[in-house]
């Protein structure tokens, strides 16, 4: 996803650490890229989960149409720099961070971060959050 319809150029051979191509990158290749109000144009979304190895703010640039949606109430994204945070801000979003193993939510303090939950509907969102059950893995509750 990102903030046009076309392609882009990905890197490609360094496993978890691919990204969208910078210059110096010389194993490339070519990837479709669409914006998230053309994924999401016929669907409402209750939440999103985006992790677009970097590109995220570029991804909410076009996403206007997808933030009207009143049924969308949550957003995580894996990487978070100012301008998405205030982009979302400017939808009525307020970052959260939320802790798996402590099965807890809390308002983030800064603009910046990762694994980032921004919410619309936080007493919705928190009151949900509590009432799910503890799940079992591996020997672990959470």
């Known amino acids: 996803m990102g903030d046009k319809v076309g392609e882009i150029s990905y890197s490609v051979g360094q496993d978890t650490t691919n990204q969208v191509a910078i210059s110096a990158d010389t194993e490339v290749q070519a990837v479709s ?5 053309m994924i999401h144009k016929d669907e409402s979304p209750s939440d999103i989960k985006m992790d677009v190895e970097g590109f995220e703010t570029k991804a909410l640039q076009d996403a206007m149409s997808v933030f009207t949606e009143h049924s969308l109430f949550a957003i995580q994204l894996e990487t978070v720099d100012e301008e998405a945070c205030g982009l979302l801000a400017d939808a009525g979003f307020t970052q959260f961070f939320y802790v798996p193993s402590t099965h807890s939510i809390f308002k983030a303090q800064s603009g910046r971060g990762s694994n980032s939950l921004f919410v619309r509907q ?19 509750s959470i």
């Open 33 to 37: 890229l669409s914006t998230l109000d």
């Open 122 to 140: 936080a007493l919705m969102v928190i009151e949900r959050q509590a009432a799910t059950p503890e799940r079992h893995f591996y020997g672990r």
